[in-house]
T-cell receptor, first 114, second 109 residues
Framework: EAQVTQNPRYLITVTGKKLTVTCSQN?????MSWYRQDPGLGLRQIYY???????DKGDVPEGYKVSRKEKRNFPLILESPSPNQTSLYFC?????????????FGPGTRLTVL | GQNIDQPTEMTATEGAIVQINCTYQ??????LFWYQQHAGEAPTFLSY??LDGLEEKGRFSSFLSRSKGYSYLLLKELQMKDSASYLC??????????WGAGTKLIIKP
């Protein structure tokens, strides 16, 4: 089954404790991205990757890191989480750039930083 | 600046028709997307318009007017399962998406 998976689905952590949210897709998509979704705001892009070893900042990259060492995986790293990073996070993938292709989203990771 | 506007919430009756509007202002334009998002779930793709006009896909249709910076999503024969948020997103000159905050659609029996 074609899908995007994320882990964990739910996470409660404390300020400053490094964490990684994994994302994997099995559709051989070149383009992957991370979004955060907060009430009353649209999806905001954190980082995106157009291919292996190619990553770029989105609209809200501060406090986040990513890597794309393999085509299928695109982990999101929070080196020192803070309460303002409490949010619902989605990973997405598409065959090509997001603004021309249907995106497939993972199930979401609900992160709470205390 | 870049901006997407859509109503925050709409209510409609089962079996009826509802139109969800979206206006956009982006640097360049490469198309308009609509996604559906049920509460607590991931967004799923509904439609993509890049040319003016109406595109129909079953009970759902999407319309685009590039000159007016306007799109709408039309849902016919509403069903309870259509209760969801509907996200409008405009593709800018770099093929990056600018997302609206979403319209929460409530269907009443």
């Amino acid at each position: 089954e074609a899908q995007v998976t994320q882990n964990p689905r739910y996470l409660i952590t404390v300020t400053g404790k490094k964490l990684t949210v994994t994302c994997s897709q099995n559709m051989n998509h070149e383009y992957m991205s991370w979004y955060r979704q907060d009430p009353g705001l649209g999806l905001r892009q954190i980082y995106y990757s157009m291919n292996v070893e190619v990553t770029d900042k989105g609209d809200v990259p501060e406090g986040y890191k990513v890597s794309r060492k393999e085509k299928r995986n695109f982990p999101l790293i929070l080196e020192s989480p803070s309460p303002n990073q409490t949010s619902l996070y989605f990973c997405a993938s598409s065959e090509g750039v997001e603004g021309y292709n249907e995106q497939f989203f993972g199930p979401g990771t609900r992160l709470t930083v205390l | 600046g870049q901006n997407i506007d859509q109503p925050t919430e709409m209510t409609a009756t089962e079996g009826a028709i509802v139109q969800i509007n979206c206006t956009y202002q982006t640097s360049g334009f490469n198309g308009l997307f609509w996604y559906q998002q049920h509460a607590g779930e991931a967004p799923t793709f509904l439609s993509y318009n890049v040319l003016d006009g109406l595109e129909e896909k079953g009970r759902f249709s999407s319309f685009l007017s590039r000159s007016k910076g306007y799109s709408y999503l039309l849902l016919k024969e509403l069903q309870m399962k259509d209760s969801a948020s509907y996200l409008c997103a405009s593709s800018d000159s770099n093929y990056q998406l600018i997302w609206g905050a979403g319209t929460k659609l409530i269907i009443k029996p």
